[in-house]
């Protein structure tokens, strides 16, 4: 409600884009999802910008190369893979690798499902014939030999696994004296399985950040597909908790995860899984406490009793004083000492509590050096709860 483009493209003259028809060289696109429309309007404005404007031009007529943006495990398919070409064209029977995954295109098919034997620049189309499934990102590449690829595909995991523990140790390196002295940071440590690869990166993201400097998330494995017994065979090495979304454990690894005590969780909403998550890392935190002062008292005079040391005669100002209670000392007004109140006495009588306006003995524990004016507070420490 109230939207209006025209002020928009007034304020983003500030910003150097001056519209078309305000005499500058930035075309707008008037689009709302809402009533439909602009979409064609804004298509047309992309193709003619990339053909008249930039001149974008890629070669058909070489291997292709494009991006993974997709990708899953079917059931009856095996892995699946939607590619965008970037470059060349994919056929059907090309040799092919996508990050750690390698194979043969076995099928394409277009947007509507339908079965396509080519697919040139700019062309999505999803791929069967892949032995893995590709991350969203990873670069397509057409190789003349199916052998080739497969090396390649081998080499990478290793490569990349390589990089990541490299990373990993120079991190600790360059952190190891900054941590001194630093509250311990605990960590969650978790396996994450997902129906697709854009599930899996969207509930990965969205753990990260959660993260505190307190506690962070470890994701021990990442990965499309079900939950299955090497996954919880990891969990238990790793004391991980797996969780499942859109995806269940077979039966062998339900009955494995029972005989190992593995946690597994499975969810079909992200924001449940995103609560349950915030839940656990906030009982993680380490408790932090508020001190309540509970009561005052003002030393009136201080008497030495043998075997038992100093013993302040006082008058209680305000709130209560109680045997055990936690003391803070305060001559003129500065914390100097703390202990717990040992004894606590009306005329000769032991007594559990003290109210305001009464006097009463107070003994110390470990402390003897008392003066008349000086100031007793008791307290006590409630817990805050983390967030």
């Known amino acids: 409600p109230g939207a209006n483009p025209a002020r928009i493209r007034q304020q983003l003259t500030e910003y150097g884009l001056v519209a078309e028809e305000y005499g500058g060289e930035t075309m707008f696109i008037d689009v709302s999802a809402l009533k439909r429309e602009g979409i064609d309007d804004l298509l047309e404005a992309v193709l003619l910008t990339a053909d008249a404007a930039l001149e974008l031009q890629a070669n058909p007529d070489m291997p292709a190369r494009g991006v993974a943006i997709e990708g899953h495990l079917d059931?009856?398919?095996?892995?699946?893979?939607?590619?965008?070409?970037?470059?060349?064209?994919?056929?059907?029977?090309?040799?092919?690798?996508?990050?750690?995954?390698?194979?043969?295109?076995?099928?394409?098919?277009?947007?509507?499902?339908?079965?396509?034997?080519?697919?040139?620049?700019?062309?999505?189309?999803?791929?069967?014939?892949?032995s893995d499934v590709p991350a969203a990102g990873d670069e397509l590449i057409v190789l003349g030999d199916e052998r080739k690829a497969r090396e390649i595909a081998l080499y990478r995991p290793g490569k990349f696994r390589d990089t990541k523990l490299a990373r990993q140790q120079a991190a600790k390196l360059e952190n190891m004296f900054e941590s001194v002295g630093e509250g311990v940071v605990r960590t969650l440590p978790l396996i994450i399985k997902?129906?697709?690869?854009?599930?899996?990166?969207?509930?990965?993201?969205?753990?990260?950040?959660?993260?505190?400097?307190e506690v962070k998330v470890a994701f021990v494995n990442r990965a499309v597909g079900g939950i299955t017994e090497n996954d919880v065979q990891l969990a238990a090495a790793s004391n991980a908790t797996i969780i499942g979304f859109n995806v269940r454990p077979n039966r062998r690894a339900r009955e494995l995860a029972e005989q190992h005590h593995v946690e597994i969780r499975t969810y079909e909403i992200i924001y449940k899984l995103i609560e349950d998550i915030e839940a656990a890392m906030v009982g993680m935190?380490?408790?932090?406490?508020?001190?309540i002062v509970t009561g005052e008292a003002e030393v009136r005079e201080v008497f030495r009793v043998p075997r038992v040391g100093a013993v302040a005669g006082c008058y209680v100002r305000s709130g209560t004083i109680t045997r055990g209670s936690k003391v803070r000392f305060l001559p003129e007004g500065v914390v100097i000492w703390k202990g717990a109140i040992s004894s606590l006495r009306r005329f000769k009588e032991d007594v559990r509590t003290v109210q305001s306006g009464f006097e009463c003995g107070i003994g110390l524990t470990d402390f003897q050096d008392l003066h008349q004016g000086d100031v007793i507070e008791t307290y006590d420490e409630r817990e805050i709860p983390r967030t």
């Not at 059931?75 to 750690?100: F, H, N, Y």
């Not at 935190?285 to 001190?291: G, I, K, N, R």
């Open 75 to 130: 059931k009856g398919r095996g892995a699946v893979a939607t590619v965008l070409v970037q470059k060349g064209t994919l056929r059907a029977g090309d040799s092919i690798v996508a990050g750690g995954a390698h194979g043969r295109v076995r099928a394409m098919l277009d947007e509507n499902g339908k079965p396509v034997a080519e697919a040139g620049p700019s062309i999505p189309v999803e791929i069967q014939g892949l």
């Open 194 to 213: 997902a129906d697709v690869q854009g599930s899996l990166e969207a509930v990965t993201e969205s753990l990260r950040k959660l993260e505190r400097d």
């Open 285 to 291: 935190l380490a408790p932090e406490y508020e001190e």
